[in-house]
């Protein structure tokens, strides 16, 4: 593992930076690696998604739990009806500052990220929702990734319910999981209920007719969401 590797002492700067580099390493442990061992993994487990009718039908039936591990502000706000808020990451905990905090804070402020970290409940969390493996998972969040190639993404796209999925079934959770087809987004396509404090509202853009603008299109995409010529109009703001 790479937190047991002995690195050679350095002087000076360099030390300095090898030093908070291993701590960074070490806190990063309980994340998913790179998508492509990720997306290998998914396949060679044989994952599968599912429509939001079908997703809404499995969960009805009690033998299956909508699993939204978008942010809980994003899940008060709205989510599909009935599913249960599992976040995957949650913002940085600043009051338990170390070196591996301070060099991801530093890393993802001046990428304009906002600064998260793993959930340390999650796999539990996720667990317990199996009610003793009673039930099985399926995964989802905003746009949903996906596992289909395509020109842009030639192994698919990452998304936090697909890192669900992998850390669930590679974790010992439980091998009954499976991933919401286009996420929330596409549970609002398909007219499906929802629950929250407010409305959703889809997070490409506040322009009609998205789905048939090229640019949008390609804003939409690099963003993980899949869209489609029939998607209903998104309403403006």
């Given at each position: 593992m790479l937190a047991q590797q002995r690195i050679a002492p350095v002087r000076g700067r360099a030390s300095a930076f090898g030093r908070a580099r291993c701590v960074a390493v070490r806190a990063e442990q309980g994340r998913v690696p790179k998508w492509e061992i990720v997306h290998k993994v998914l396949m060679d487990?044989?994952?599968?998604?599912?429509?939001?009718?079908?997703?809404?039908?499995?969960?009805?039936?009690?033998?299956?739990?909508?699993?939204?591990?978008?942010p809980p502000p994003q899940y008060k706000q709205a989510h599909p009806a009935g599913a249960i808020n599992i976040p995957l990451y949650q913002p940085l905990d600043m009051s338990k500052m170390?070196?591996?905090?301070a060099v991801r804070f530093v890393f993802y402020s001046l990428n304009g990220v906002t600064p998260v970290e793993a959930n340390p409940e999650f796999l539990a969390q996720l667990k317990a929702a199996?009610?003793?493996?009673?039930?099985?998972?399926?995964?989802?969040?905003?746009?949903?990734g996906t596992m289909k190639p395509s020109i842009n993404f030639p192994i698919g796209k990452a998304s936090r319910s697909l890192q669900a999925a992998y850390r669930s079934l590679t974790e010992g959770v439980t091998d009954q999981v499976l991933h919401l087809e286009r996420g929330v987004y596409g549970w609002y396509q398909a007219d499906l209920d929802f629950e929250g404090e407010?409305?959703?509202?889809?997070?490409?853009?506040?322009?009609?007719?998205?789905?048939?603008?090229?640019?949008?299109?390609?804003?939409?995409?690099?963003?993980?969401?899949?869209?489609?010529?029939?998607?209903k109009v998104i309403n403006k703001k």
């Open positions: 487990k044989g994952l599968r998604s599912v429509t939001p009718e079908d997703a809404k039908a499995m969960a009805d039936s009690g033998k299956w739990v909508l699993v939204d591990v978008r170390d070196m591996g905090k199996t009610q003793g493996g009673e039930r099985g998972i399926i995964t989802l969040c905003e746009a949903g407010g409305e959703y509202s889809p997070e490409i853009s506040r322009t009609p007719m998205a789905a048939a603008d090229p640019t949008l299109k390609s804003t939409a995409a690099s963003a993980g969401y899949e869209m489609r010529p029939d998607d």
